[in-house]
């Protein structure tokens, strides 16, 4: 049975991918420098969304999902699920896979963050215990929920469902890394979604619509500067 898995192309949504030249440059300056925005998008019922990266990203990955439900993968790791009011972060360099649940498709925001103190910034997210995650849910398999492929909208058999997808598709900032030193990978063994409070799960949406409409009017260096600054905001929120 063929499943349809798509990056994005969803009704109403919202993406934003940095040019690789705009970002060389802004990310040169010292209020840019530690954690910069490369790529943000709002995807709203995302049916068959899928990823994998088979390779990891050379960005951190930020996903919140606002409604329904999905999935990711670290590693070798099992499958955690993903719900509404639930936070993932995604090291870089660490591969993974997510997706979006069929019966109950999720809406998310999610940004891709670079820079030299991307680590610092996130290390330790939804590792341990955290008394904030109540999940409710098992680890669940891949293909139990609606997936995403890399490319608008495509057919893959169920064969070739974890070998076909490829890293650096539209949508994303994998084309190489511009800025970051190669480190170490956030450790990921127990990394799980965090549930996070209403007051927070409302302050990231503000953040993401106020970023995403700076970015709109232009890619200008003050625009970079603003949007990175709120990057800082969101990186506290999470912690």
């Known amino acids: 049975m063929e499943k349809i898995r798509k990056p994005d192309g969803f009704k109403s949504e919202k ?28 995807f709203p019922r995302a049916l068959h969304h899928y990823r994998e990266r088979p390779e990891g990203s050379e960005a951190v990955i930020v996903i919140f999902c606002m409604e329904g439900e999905g999935w990711y993968r670290l590693g070798n790791g099992r499958s955690q699920p993903v ?14 896979a ?11 925001y999610w940004w891709h963050f670079k820079g030299e103190q991307t680590e610092a910034f996130f290390e330790g997210f939804g590792l341990g215990p955290n008394p904030g995650h109540q999940s409710g849910h098992e680890p669940v398999h891949e293909s139990g929920h609606g997936p995403e492929a890399e ?14 997808i490829g890293v650096g598709a539209p ?8 800025t970051v030193p190669p480190s170490r990978p956030v450790k990921t063994a ?16 503000e953040l993401f619509q106020e970023g995403y409409a700076l970015l709109e009017q232009g890619y200008t260096l003050n625009h970079i500067i603003y949007v990175s600054q709120l990057a800082h905001h969101l990186a506290a929120i999470l912690r």
Request: glycine share 8%; charged share 20%.
């Open 15 to 42: 993406l934003i991918v940095l040019p690789d030249h705009i970002l060389i440059e802004a990310s040169s300056h010292p209020l840019v420098r530690p954690l910069y925005v490369t790529d943000t998008g709002y």
């Open 151 to 164: 490319k608008a909208t495509t057919h893959v058999s169920e064969s070739d469902e974890w070998n076909n």
């Open 83 to 96: 719900g509404q009011g639930q936070a993932v972060v995604i090291p870089a360099r660490t591969p993974h």
């Open 190 to 205: 127990a990394s799980l979604p965090v549930t996070l409070p209403p007051d927070k799960a409302r302050q990231l949406t």
């Open 171 to 178: 949508g994303t900032s994998d084309g190489g890394d511009l």
């Open 98 to 108: 997510y997706g979006s649940s069929e019966e109950h498709p999720w809406s998310i």
